[in-house]
């Protein structure tokens, strides 16, 4: 069905009920951060006391990169992958500003379907990826790291299984006020476990930790804007033990969601996330990822307590971020 016919039967069954979902909840899975914690975009209010939200969730991403040091080849990387990721994400309240949080997510990580889709569509607006597919070849699953001559990754064989799960909470410390400029504003903490499988690279093997500030503000009733930012604190996984890793990560969130109608909104969003790798003289380790977004909500007519979106976002600036990724989700209040 043309997208001009999804939103013209979103706009004609619409209500007057108020439908801010919030911003996109994706992560960065470049597989070289997929076993690192993330913090993923949120709101800053919390699950209503005694109340649980479910949210299953899915994200497919795919991935071309091919980077080496100049002339020393001290660091020599290929990535050519789909990551997937399905979550499940369970909040519970347990006071008026306190919910606490269990992330499960499935991974996946393989040759993917979505090579020739997004080789099209990059074609189709002349933004095709500078060397990385001709070079490597698409439809094959290759992710090598290789330093200083001692391979650290090599995988050509497809791997899934339970990642590593992740314990959060979240306390609303302020609301907004309507009349005024005061936000919506919470601290949230989070604690990854090392439940993936560290031999298929779906997990790191070590603990890591996690602290953020979310605020959000909603203007003239339509227009709502995110902000926040995390630091994790991030153990070296063993396969990387030679090299110098920084110990943390910083990763932040800027979005505007806007109600097209009181039940349909679009969501615009800019995310990005600091490097712990040390200077390699290559894009994919040395540069921060910064990713733009584009979302929809629908909140249905039927049950205001359920919803969906699904989002595209791409990388802007470097090969620390996947090419494109697509995510949907479920979502459901009681």
């Known amino acids: 069905m043309p997208i001009a016919m999804i939103i013209f039967f979103l706009l004609f069954f619409a209500t007057d009920t108020f439908a801010k979902t919030g911003p996109i909840p994706i992560r960065n899975q470049m597989p070289l951060y997929l076993f690192y914690l993330q ?137 907004e006020d309507e009349n005024g400029f005061w936000p919506n504003a919470s601290f949230r903490a989070a604690v990854k476990l090392p439940t993936g499988e560290k031999r298929s690279l779906l997990g790191s093997g070590e603990i890591d930790y996690g602290f953020g500030v979310l605020l959000d503000k909603t203007f003239s009733e339509k227009i709502t804007v995110y902000t926040g930012c995390n630091f994790v604190i991030i153990e070296k996984p063993s396969f990387f033990s030679v090299l110098n890793l920084k110990r943390n990560i910083i990763s932040g969130l800027l979005g505007v969601e806007y109600l097209l109608t009181q039940r349909f909104s679009i969501v615009v969003q800019a995310t990005g996330n600091t490097t712990p790798y040390p200077s390699s003289g290559t894009n994919a380790l040395d540069e921060s990822a910064i990713d733009l977004g584009l979302g929809v909500n629908y909140r249905f007519k039927e049950k205001e307590n359920v919803s969906w979106h699904f989002a595209i976002t791409e990388n802007v600036n470097s090969a620390s971020s996947p090419d494109v990724s697509l995510d949907a989700g479920f979502n459901v209040g009681f």
């Open 39 to 175: 913090m993923e975009p949120d709101r800053a209010s919390v699950v209503e006391q005694d109340s649980f939200d479910v949210n299953a969730g899915y994200t497919v991403s795919n991935v071309t990169v091919s980077c080496f040091t100049p002339v020393s080849s001290l660091y020599n990387i290929n990535i050519d992958a789909e990551v997937s990721r399905m979550t499940l994400d369970l909040r519970y309240g347990l006071s008026e500003k306190l919910e606490a949080g269990l992330d499960v997510p499935y991974l996946s990580l393989s040759r993917g379907y979505l090579d020739e889709f997004v080789e099209g569509f990059e074609d189709t607006v002349g933004a095709t990826t500078p060397r990385s597919r001709a070079r490597q070849g698409s439809y094959n699953l290759n992710y090598s790291f290789i330093y200083n001559s001692q391979s650290l990754i090599k995988r050509t064989n497809a791997s899934d299984g339970l990642g590593d799960i992740v314990l959060k909470a979240k306390y609303q410390i302020s609301k």
